[in-house]
């Protein structure tokens, strides 16, 4: 009640107090009664009644001062006795500070201005990306000719080639060597020159049809000599575009894309073009003399590099395309530069149109204009979108080197990987007698002639004329035989390089050669692949290769197009054995048919493999059989010091124990000239040794019987050896074994269970007790672990695959000699 009667009491002014001394301005300030709590109620209105009689027409709302620190103050005063506070006199509280107002003011004007400035900033910035970044074309006018994506082009080679300027884009006649104005001119489908009709001799009245071939190849091919015209003196006859791209001067190139970059120039996206020489397995027969194959390199160019078109066509569209002109060329296959394999374009095009339906909305592409102007891309991300695709597309290595451009000094485009090789002639220091000589007797340098099997590569010639020069030809096999090291491979080779100079002299008619070697291949099977891709130039699945191979050599296939004979070479013949021999008998099975045209000869180390095989085999095989025997020690001395022609480096005496040595262990070539090879580095490095503590060098240092001696130590008293020496009386029966069961197949492997048998019989014929399977096969895996035999997991017990991991060759020097087991000498 008290709180009532003095809200009351400050509501209605005293009698005796005059209202103007207090004007209260109730229209304006004072806001009527609400119904409320008492307590909040009573400081509400006191609070509004002081505000309205301080400065009621300079106040602000009350809502505008109902701020936390104004609260906090009339609660304290509300605190206080009524009696304190004066009824007549009017209080001033504390209001808040309008410098608070302003601050926020302030703040929310420089915020603003910071926003505009930075929209203004982002503006100019994307203005500034607008006139710098790419502006890609669909089609673009340049030095008077007319681009767009898809179109072929030739590409210069190199940026100073002066011969680039000379272009006659018409043919001239490769006899009068005029062009060809309104007379027709026939091209020769071998040498692809052009001639007139009138030129030739006899003259043509009209154009043959099918292929033809002008009187000079004719000639060429019969081993006559007949050279083509020269031009008139001061003359000088000017390639074309087209001789210049087969010849490897120029590159072909498929445009990708085109765009025009900041500084005003225009660049391309090409896709290579290659002929078949710079493949990995060369120009084929099959190869047309205009095919290229597409790659799947790219690379950016300028369009300063381009020279004129050229076209590159299908093969459906190239046989329409008789009148087309110099610059036409076939291309249906696909070169994959990284894994040097072929694959059709159809059947890329084919694959890439089911697996995805691609619909081309780009509106920025479509609505490009058809002139020079172009139109660029709308935004950041269509920009980027457009780098990660050309990114995608130069994910495969390149082969090449940079196409030429204008910016010297600058390397663009795809580089070739790899150290380059320095030539011999910017070598300032001679090499000496030593250092020849260690160059020469490696293995891998191939000899100018091959001594001492004279009489064998007789044979194997008089062979393959005979196969090849019968009008029938009919298939034959011939297999060549012998111990490791005796130059079967190489005689073979030394043969066929001889009958190439031949076909090429036109003494013997033309034949197609396809090497393989039985090491490389994965699987026995994959051998149809090789020989097929070795024909055709095309790889498939062995499946289809032995479906395609067994149409080939067919009695129906008479009428094919490749009439010429083919040479098999089948190097470690016996790594196609299978279970049930298909593979062999495939391969022996196709001389014997008719119109096959087909020689295959076959090399291994065992002597009797026809004989191990199954009848059917053995007997397609045939009865020409080839043996190369162990070089004794007079060709092995031969054989160095041919390879050591013109090198003084060795003395005779060294040369004669080498041979010696390595004739009564094996007779292996390579293993003579391997020891010759560490005798003149141990001889070198003493030379060097002697010439760095002595000031006089002048004194010649040769490889003499110490070196070969110490040679010899090295090869033959390796660690290996030692461990087979000191091994169990049991191990070596194991080893001695293995090398006899090599031998015996002329395979590097073989199962526990044969091993086992063998081990069986050495024990029963020399007195020797059988241990038994478990002991024999912990004696195995003793030699496993110690690295001298390859085991497979030992979950497959007897069927489990050894081998030997190091040549048979140190075994047997390692236990012919064993005293506890003389015995042994007799299997090894």
């Known amino acids: 009640m008290a709180e009532t009667q003095q809200m009351k009491k400050f509501k209605t002014p005293s009698k005796g107090t005059p209202r103007a001394k207090h004007p209260i301005s109730l229209d304006h300030h004072i806001a009527p009664q609400t119904p409320q709590s008492a307590t909040p109620s009573a400081i509400n209105l006191r609070r509004s009644h002081r505000l309205t009689a301080a400065t009621p027409e300079h106040r602000p709302a009350l809502s505008s001062f109902n701020t936390p620190k104004s609260a906090a103050k009339t609660r304290k005063i509300c605190e206080d006795p009524p009696s304190i506070l004066p009824t007549e006199t009017s209080i001033n509280p504390a209001s808040p500070p309008p410098v608070e107002s302003r601050k926020k003011r302030k703040f929310q004007e420089k915020s603003a201005e910071k926003r ?127 001789e210049k791209l087969l010849s490897s001067d120029l590159w072909a190139a498929r445009i990708e894309s085109l765009w025009k970059e900041v500084d005003g120039t225009y660049w391309f ?55 087309g002109g110099d610059d036409v060329f076939l291309c249906e296959y696909e070169y994959e530069v990284q894994w040097h394999s072929f694959k ?239 593979v062999l008998y495939n391969i022996l099975d196709w001389p014997t048919r008719p119109n096959s045209k087909l020689i295959v000869i076959g090399i291994a180390n065992t002597m ?65 000239l391997e020891i010759c090879r560490r005798a003149a580095e141990v001889a070198d490095y003493r030379a060097k040794k002697t010439a760095l503590s002595s000031s006089d060098a002048s004194g010649k240092v040769m490889a003499g019987m110490a070196d070969v001696e110490a040679a010899i130590k090295e090869m033959f008293q390796a660690p290996h050896i030692q461990v087979i020496r000191s091994c169990s009386k049991l191990s070596k029966i194991f080893l001695a074994a293995m090398v006899y069961e090599l031998y015996k197949t002329g395979i590097g492997e073989t199962t526990f269970e044969k091993l086992a048998m063998v081990v069986s019989s050495f024990c029963a014929n020399n007195g020797e007790t059988f241990p038994g399977y478990d002991t024999l096969l912990k004696v195995g895996c003793k030699l496993g672990e110690c690295r001298l035999l390859l085991c497979e997991p030992g979950t497959r017990h007897k069927l489990q695959k050894l081998q030997l991991n190091y040549p048979n060759d140190d075994v047997t020097f390692a236990l012919k000699d064993s005293k506890d087991l003389p015995w042994l000498a007799k299997y090894i």
């Open 116 to 242: 505009k400035d930075s929209r203004n900033v982002k503006c100019k910035r994307a203005a500034d990306r607008k006139v710098k970044k790419k502006v890609y074309h669909k089609k673009v006018v340049y030095d008077g000719g007319e681009f767009s994506a898809g179109h072929d082009v030739y590409v210069k080679r190199r940026s100073d080639a002066s011969s680039d300027d000379e272009d006659p884009e018409v043919e001239e006649c490769r006899v009068c060597f005029k062009p060809a104005g309104r007379r027709v001119l026939i091209e020769c489908d071998d040498c692809l020159n052009g001639f007139h009709l009138k030129c030739l001799k006899p003259p043509l009245k009209a154009v043959p049809d099918g292929d033809w071939v002008c009187c000079y190849c004719v000639a060429r091919k019969n081993g006559e000599v007949m050279e083509f015209p020269e031009p008139q003196a001061g003359k000088k006859r000017a390639r074309t575009a087209r």
């Open 269 to 323: 996206r090409a896709r290579w073009y290659i002929i078949p020489e710079e493949t990995a397995v060369g120009r084929q027969p099959h190869n047309l003399r205009r095919e290229l194959y597409r790659t799947n390199d790219f690379a950016d160019v300028e369009m300063e590099s381009t020279i004129r078109h050229c076209f590159v066509m299908s093969p459906r569209e190239f046989a329409n395309a008789a009148d």
């Open 344 to 582: 059709r374009i159809a059947e890329i095009d084919s694959n890439e149109n089911d697996g995805e339906k691609v619909v081309d909305n780009d509106a920025d592409w479509n609505s490009c204009d058809e002139s020079d102007s172009g139109s660029d891309f709308n935004s950041e991300e269509e920009a980027a979108y457009e780098n990660e695709k050309r990114n995608r597309l130069s994910q495969s290595s390149s082969l090449r080197p940079v196409a030429a451009n204008s910016r010297k000094g600058q390397i663009f485009g795809l580089q070739k990987i790899g150290a380059k090789k320095i030539p011999e002639n910017l070598r300032s220091r001679k090499q000496t007698d030593l250092e020849k000589a260690k160059s020469t007797l490696l293995l891998a340098t191939v000899p100018k002639s091959l001594t001492c099997r004279d009489r064998e590569m007789n044979e194997i010639t008089t062979f393959i004329k005979g196969a090849i020069c019968d009008e029938q030809c009919l298939g034959r096999c011939l297999y060549v035989h012998g111990v490791p090291g005796t130059g079967k491979t190489m005689s073979v080779l030394a043969v066929m390089r001889n009958l190439k100079s031949e076909v090429d002299a036109g003494s013997i008619r033309p034949y197609c050669f396809v090497e393989i070697n039985g090491l490389k291949l994965a699987s026995p099977e994959n051998i149809y692949s090789v020989i097929y891709e070795g024909l055709t130039g095309h790889r498939v699945g062995w499946k289809k290769a032995l479906n395609l191979l067994n149409a080939r050599f067919s009695d129906e296939n008479k009428c094919r197009k490749d009439t010429r004979p083919c040479i098999l070479l089948i190097d470690e013949l016996d790594l196609l054995v299978t279970r049930n021999q298909a």
């Open 608 to 672: 009797d493999l026809p004989e191990k095989l199954l009848p059917r085999i053995s007997s397609r095989m045939g009865i020409q059989r080839l043996c190369f025997g162990p070089y004794n020690f007079q060709q092995l001395q031969e054989i160095i010091s041919s390879r050591l022609k013109g090198i003084d480096a060795f003395e005779k005496v060294a040369i004669e124990f080498a041979s010696r040595k390595v004739a009564a262990v094996s007779g292996d070539a390579r293993r003579a």
